[in-house]
């Protein structure tokens, strides 16, 4: 079989499809044949070496990390899951490689697919799903009718945290494209804001939780715009910010856990239809190395790209 894969941190070019033979599974571990597999910002992140520290430095390494699909062999010691079942999940930021016909992963990384809800659809939700509901409900303990402000909102992590929120009942203020505002208040934004304009000062200490989904607020941007006793949540471990988050409570810098404790609850969410994360754009294997350079550099995309096996 084919595979994304590099062998050597670096920019987009170090990226080729390339055949791979996949290992045998260990007592612990679960193969799967993967239906679908979705891009993360994390992703590339960990193919520039910025997460080298939790990666290490063995190659070649595959890419990818978000799938659903369907298990074709299971080790001696998992008992949760057989051949036949329809997954989804993760692959460890260490081992990665997602983006493959076939993976190994370890049987904490996945749960089962509930029957309503499409291998693409499932594919998206692990890492986006998982960092809105571990910050907003988890880590926050967001109530009915506290104020949120969601910092990149109709990316695929804010439109979860959107979704979360509204389940909630949380008044919910969106800083989003211009382009995108009206999609924004159709998927239950009270207030949506054009990122390109200046932030109100009115909006200052209005807030019992920021999210910064995009990465694009300054610590003290941030923090100006909660109330007594909130909290920041920022997603891009940049220096400033992890200096911040560790000389301040108001500011913490967080990821995703996706075990399967945690997926579980956003699958639950989904099954329900109470959570949607709408898929932009679904491609092949064989386009997904481009696609990944363009996000790198910058497109914008409201939702999930799918690669499609």
């Not at 390339?18 to 960990?46: G, H």
């Not at 920041?232 to 400033?240: E, K, L, M, N, S």
């Not at 967080?254 to 679904?282: F, H, M, W, Y």
């Given at each position: 079989?084919?595979?994304?894969?590099?062998?050597?941190?670096?920019?987009?070019?170090?990226?080729?499809?390339?055949?791979?033979?996949?290992?045998?599974?260990?007592?612990?571990?679960?193969?799967?044949?993967?239906?679908?597999?979705?891009?993360?910002?994390?992703?590339?992140?960990?193919?520039?070496?910025?997460?080298?520290?939790?990666?290490?430095?063995?190659?070649?390494?595959?890419?990818?990390?978000?799938?659903?699909?369907?298990?074709?062999?299971?080790?001696?010691?998992?008992?949760?899951?057989?051949?036949?079942?329809?997954?989804?999940?993760?692959?460890?930021?260490?081992?990665?490689?997602?983006?493959?016909?076939?993976?190994?992963?370890?049987?904490?990384?996945?749960?089962?697919?509930?029957?309503?809800?499409?291998?693409?659809?499932?594919?998206?939700?692990?890492?986006?799903?998982?960092?809105?509901?571990?910050?907003?409900?988890?880590?926050?303990?967001?109530?009915?009718?506290?104020?949120?402000?969601?910092?990149?909102?109709?990316?695929?992590?804010?439109?979860?945290?959107?979704?979360?929120?509204?389940?909630?009942?949380?008044?919910?203020?969106?800083?989003?494209?211009?382009?995108?505002?009206?999609?924004?208040?159709?998927?239950?934004?009270?207030?949506?804001?054009?990122?390109?304009?200046?932030?109100?000062?009115?909006?200052?200490?209005?807030?019992?939780?920021?999210?910064?989904?995009?990465g694009s607020l300054s610590?003290?941007?941030?923090?100006?715009?909660?109330?007594?006793?909130?909290?920041?949540?920022?997603?891009?471990?940049?220096?400033?910010?992890?200096?911040?988050?560790?000389i301040s409570r108001s500011?913490?810098?967080?990821?995703?856990?996706?075990?399967?404790?945690?997926?579980?609850?956003?699958?639950?969410?989904?099954?329900?239809?109470?959570?949607?994360?709408?898929?932009?754009?679904?491609?092949?294997?064989?386009?997904?190395?481009?696609?990944?350079?363009?996000?790198?550099?910058?497109?914008?995309?409201?939702?999930?790209?799918?690669?499609?096996?």
């Open positions: 079989m084919e595979r994304l894969e590099y062998d050597g941190y670096g920019g987009p070019e170090v990226v080729h499809l390339r055949s791979f033979t996949l290992p045998q599974p260990t007592s612990n571990e679960v193969v799967v044949r993967v239906t679908a597999a979705s891009i993360n910002p994390m992703d590339w992140k960990i193919r520039s070496g910025q997460m080298k520290m939790f990666t290490g430095s063995k190659f070649p390494r595959g890419l990818g990390a978000d799938f659903s699909g369907i298990v074709e062999a299971v080790g001696s010691n998992v008992s949760a899951f057989k051949p036949g079942d329809a997954v989804l999940g993760t692959v460890s930021m260490k081992r990665s490689g997602a983006f493959a016909p076939m993976l190994i992963t370890t049987q904490d990384l996945i749960v089962k697919k509930p029957a309503n809800v499409s291998f693409a659809a499932a594919a998206s939700l692990p890492v986006a799903g998982v960092t809105a509901w571990e910050v907003l409900v988890k880590k926050a303990g967001l109530k009915r009718g506290q104020t949120v402000f969601i910092n990149g909102a109709m990316g695929a992590v804010g439109q979860a945290a959107v979704s979360i929120a509204r389940g909630i009942g949380a008044q919910i203020t969106g800083r989003v494209s211009p382009q995108s505002i009206a999609q924004a208040q159709a998927l239950g934004v009270d207030t949506a804001l054009d990122y390109t304009k200046t932030l109100p000062s009115s909006l200052n200490g209005a807030y019992d939780v920021v999210f910064d989904c995009n610590p003290q941007e941030a923090k100006r715009l909660l109330k007594p006793g909130g909290i920041v949540f920022d997603i891009t471990p940049t220096g400033p910010k992890i200096l911040s988050s560790i500011y913490q810098i967080v990821s995703a856990n996706v075990k399967a404790e945690n997926l579980q609850p956003v699958v639950d969410l989904v099954e329900s239809g109470k959570l949607v994360i709408p898929i932009a754009r679904t491609i092949s294997l064989a386009d997904a190395s481009a696609q990944l350079a363009a996000l790198e550099r910058g497109e914008r995309l409201n939702g999930k790209v799918v690669i499609a096996f």
